[in-house]
């Protein structure tokens, strides 16, 4: 089992920055592919950003060039910077580790106007 709890979403305003942390715990070995998702209210689960154990990244066109994924050895990161009222979801960690895609309960990120 893998086990990923996320933290440090809140509230913040427009223009602004908030860094978000997963950390990993449990059956790590083979974990491939990590990343970001994010729901809106009313709207399908929908991918931030990635990052491979090689350290190859991916992200959504809609953060390009203001989100920055990062990974240590047991947790992932994602600088937000520029914050859009946009942005506001409930954002989910994941972890690959095949066949499995493990989920962290989430984190709510609000931007205000």
């Known amino acids: 089992q893998v086990q990923l709890v996320e933290s440090g979403g809140g509230l913040v305003q427009a223009g602004g920055s908030l860094r978000l942390s997963c950390a990993v715990s449990g059956t790590i070995f083979s974990i491939n592919t990590m990343g970001w998702y994010r729901q809106a209210p009313g709207k399908q689960r929908e991918l931030v950003a990635t990052i491979t154990s090689g350290g190859s990244t991916n992200y959504a066109d809609s953060v390009k060039g203001r989100f920055t994924i990062s990974r240590d050895k047991n947790t992932v990161y994602l600088q937000m910077n520029s914050l859009k009222s946009e942005d506001t979801a409930v954002y989910y960690c994941?972890?690959?580790?095949?066949?499995?895609?493990?989920w962290g309960q989430g984190t709510q990120v609000t931007v205000s106007s």
């Open positions: 994941a972890a690959d580790r095949i066949p499995r895609r493990y």
